[in-house]
């Protein structure tokens, strides 16, 4: 079943276009990884699909109905990050209650035994936590919500290593035991690889790729070598990136579509072909230009 | 994981209790205004009279709950404007909301404070003469007030509270909805006070107020002020049910 | 409004079973110890405020017109047919073998002093204060007047009226309520305070003196 449905979906601020003609759609109980630079659109993706926020044009489905001012997607949906509204005048303790009562799948045991685990004073104020503890408090509440679609928008910030460690068992774990929709945002691709079902990449409001990550994985190959081979071989393809690495030493980053004699070739001309990391595929393709920071500093 | 079906009646009663609880600094500030209006009430009365002769000189204060009540028209207009920032609208989305329900336990969570407020206010004039009675060295005297008397007060009372929190929620809501109003609605409140009477040869504040508080027939005021808080509330629930939630 | 109490503490039982389990913030403590203040006052005010002077609120024309008989009754000598509750003063004073008995009034405005001539000569002279009343708003106040003063010094009664202030405090209604029972913020405006008039049974044969200041009548029949 589609959980989220999407065609030409825009979205347009004042005069800049946020969301461009986005389609996609997303499967029940899978994780996605919403992969984009800052500003390509994710978090206007995210809360629109909260309901947040009006699409400007096109048709989005979130549970067959718009997501705006829907109560049914409300109630099946939790939006989590590093702004979630918490009132001043309620302690943390008493918050995990009021989340209690609102969702209907909220499981307060897990709840707490996170929040002992993350050393939470029941009786602290939301206000008064730090950026990090704001993010872990934020991420029980969307975990222990169990909202059959769960939104993370940067859940980590502000996270130290340890703690994004944990986030992410905790995550898999939690989703295995009882399987949900998620979809992810976040900087940190390396970390979440493991994590991740799917990617959905953003790139300037459009919709870049969308498919599983281990396609992702296998999608682009790398090649390095001397650099005139190199630029012999990728001539005429689609080169998604190319860095210059010691003197006259090119490496490449090509869709991986060689054939096999291409393939036979470049291992004859003693060309290195190495598979591309999903995290720095990802960056290339955010990339505007095709080369890199050195460029600056010709 | 099975979809849950919620209901409006459920999600609107869920978010009353929350905000309840999330807004009840609200009523701290009810106190404080209350109990500032008592003691500025004890210096001089809301009234005097006197008179004198050659064998007698009779000076009369006059007290009452008269200026508690305004002072809490004023706590209701700027509570009602308050949870319309920002903040307070966000706090409902965090959880489960549409705009329509959080405007519906908005105005449930406005009654019920209003409710408070109007009681407390009323006994508040009970506090007063309990401090005149141990602050003034004059005799203190106190005309009986009926039960009817006092419900319809309590009633009335709330009819007017209330009617300043709806204005008070729809002011809060226009500036939302464009920060110009912030500017815009002071501006044409202050021009009518002091210019209505020269421009336009009447004051439309005292029309205003001569509307609601010069109507002796009680069925017809509480149709008046009914009717009018639903306008206001009505008018600031539609305009809400556009608005983005943008965090 | 008794009953309005009880409802506000049921209200703060309700209040305090609902949020009994969450934290006291100080907001919730302020509240109740408001509420509970409130219905303290509201319980106390009843048995704190003279509610006798409540029962008599009167009616001026009423008082008018009774104070009407009474000074006919006193004209015409009747002092026995007048309701005690217009006494102000009864007193008497040993005048010997006093032939003349002078009367003096330190007021400005006229006093009225009523002579009754007993018919014996028992060197007595009975004196009576009679009020009209001290009427505020509709209450009758007639308790807190100080009667006039009177001294028997040398051949000279003199009558003394002394400045007498009285400051009340009266709690109204407040605008709500009143903006629909129709009463002003003073309930029914009005006061009065009548004379006071003097009544003397003297000796038979004593003669009266007085200035101009006094109003001397005698008393007919």
Redesign the interface.
Known sequence: MKIIECAGLTKIYGRKKALDQMTFSIEE?KITGLIGRNGAGKTTLL?IL?????ETSGEIKV?SERPF????V???SV?V?D?????Q???L??ILE??R?????WDHSFALRLFDYFSFDP?DYHKRLSKGKTSTFNMI?GLAS???LTLFDEPTTGMDASVRKDFYRVLLKDYIA???TMILSSHHLDEMEDLLEDVLLIKNGKKHMHMPISDLKEWAIGIKGPATVVLDLINGRDVIYKNEIGIKTLYAVVKNDLSQSVLNQVQVAGLEISSVRSSDLCVYLNNDTKGGIDDVFN | ????????AE?VK?QF??KL?????SFSSLVFIQLLAVVFSSFSGVATSGMSSEDIQINVNYYSADLVIPFTFIWAFTTAITITTR??R??D?????????SSLSNILFLAAATILGSITALLAGNLLKLMMYFRLESLVFSGTTSLKEVLIGIFVTFLYVFLFSAVGYFVGTLVQLNKLFSVLIPVLFFSSLFFGSFILGFSFLTDLFQFYGEETVLSIFIMKTLVTVAVFFIASTSIW?QL???? | MSFIAIVLLILIIIFFIKFGK??R?V?HWILSIYMAVLVVATVLVPLMTDNTINQKKVDQLEIDRLWNEVDKKLSQGQIDQVDAEYVLVETNFDVGHLKTLKLQSNKVNSTRVLIERKPSNDEKVDAFIFRKGLIINDYDFSDQLKPYHLELVDQTLRITSSQQEINLAISSNPFPIRQFTGESIMRGHSSAHGDQVIYLRIPHDLEVVANEQIDLLSVGG
């Open positions: 109980n809360k909260a309901g947040f926020m009006k549970f001012n829907s109560l049914n409300s109630a099946n939006f990050d702004q979630m509204a918490f009132p005048a309620i302690p303790g008493e009021v989340a009562d609102f969702y209907p799948n009786k509440i169990h909202a059959p009882y399987p949900r | 994981m099975s979809l849950t079906n919620t209901n409006m999600t869920k209790c929350f609880k999330a807004n009840i600094d903040p307070y966000n706090h989305f965090t959880f489960i909301s549409n705009r329509l329900s049910n983005e939630v943008r965090r | 969450t934290s913030k907001t």
